[in-house]
Every structure is written in structure tokens, then in C-alpha cells.
């Protein structure tokens, strides 16, 4: 495991964008090393890391293990989904947060209805892509990863070998590499 975090982390000191293959289950063991290196601790003002869900369930148990790790380096996450207090979820992104959690769909409208500040933003991961794109949600990604600042990005699939996908990563991810798992002996 520490293998493909360490291979990652390298990629994206030196590409801006890296597409993990990895099924759903193993990405919490790979998002918390990534994110802990890229924001090693806290600062004032804006969001630095968005994590892009595909659903609200999977949004908030990616919330929940975050808060977890996150206590430790006294960095603050909050979660943004469509079941939620839309009012209380924008205001919890005013006050300040390192790290926001939540839905693509509903992380797409507070950030264009409410347009959160982003200027520290250096990572953006989006986890499920392939699940992402069958939901019909590639347009929301698409618009969230045209609008944001430059920053590190993070696609987590199971195949990236499918020709949406092929062709979503030759239009929107600049100078990306594909990071596979890899194979375990049983």
C-alpha cells in the first residue's frame, strides 16, 4: 500500500493530475496519505483539498474517516451534500475549512451559487470517476475542474481503460499519469 501512496505523491510533485485505479473499498486506505502530504497543516482561510463523491452515503463516510485523521493535525473538514441544511452547509464554508467533503453535484452549486474562496486550493480528488460518469455527473466534474485554480488533481476508478474515460482524461487532465494497484499474492 505505502508503495502506490509513495508512487502518487511523487507523480503529482511532478504532474499536476494522476488517475488511481482502485476499487471503492481500498480508497480510504490511500486518500488520507495523499491529502496529509499535500496540506501538512492548517492555515487560515481558504478550502485547500475539495473530495468529490458520488453519492451522499460514500460522501459521508469519507467525512467521517477524515474527521478522525484530520483531529490530530487540527485541520477542519466539513461535508456538503444534497440531504443536508444547504444554509448551514454554506455558512460552515464562510466560517473556514481545510478540507470539504461531499457530493460533485451539490459541491458544484455552493461553489457557483455561492463562489467559496479558493485561492489556497491545492488539491482536488475525485473518488468513483467511472461511477461519476454512468450517473451522468462528468458535467459537474468537468465544470469544477475548469473553474478552479491551478491545483493537483486525483482520479480515483476502477478502469480507466474505458473509452469515456479515456477521452474525459485527454480533455481535461493536463500532463497526467495512470497509477495502478498493484497485484497481491494470495
Not at 469515456?164 to 499474492?185: A, C, G, K, Q
Amino acid at each position: 500500500m505505502s508503495e502506490l501512496i509513495d508512487q502518487v505523491n511523487k507523480q503529482l510533485k511532478s504532474r499536476s493530475s494522476v488517475v488511481v485505479h482502485a476499487e471503492p473499498e481500498e480508497y480510504l486506505d490511500y486518500l488520507w496519505p495523499i491529502v496529509d502530504d499535500i496540506i501538512p497543516h492548517p492555515e487560515e482561510g481558504s478550502p485547500r483539498a475539495i473530495i468529490v463523491c458520488a453519492n451522499n452515503e460514500d460522501a459521508r463516510h469519507i467525512e467521517e474517516y477524515f474527521q478522525k485523521a484530520a483531529k490530530a493535525k487540527d485541520l477542519t473538514v466539513d461535508l456538503v451534500v444534497e440531504k443536508g441544511n444547504k444554509l448551514k452547509q454554506r455558512n460552515d464554508l464562510f466560517d473556514g475549512t481545510e478540507i470539504i467533503v461531499g457530493t460533485t453535484r451539490r459541491v458544484c452549486e455552493m461553489y457557483f451559487q455561492n463562489g467559496f474562496n479558493i485561492k489556497k486550493l491545492k488539491l482536488f480528488i475525485v473518488l468513483c470517476m467511472d461511477d461519476q460518469m454512468r450517473a451522468g455527473q462528468k458535467g459537474f466534474v468537468a465544470r469544477l475542474a475548469e473553474s478552479l485554480p491551478k491545483c493537483k488533481t486525483v482520479l480515483f476508478a476502477r478502469n480507466s481503460n474505458d473509452e469515456r474515460m479515456i477521452s474525459y482524461m485527454e480533455e481535461f487532465l493536463v500532463n497526467h499519469t495512470i497509477v495502478e494497484l498493484p497485484e497481491l499474492d494470495v
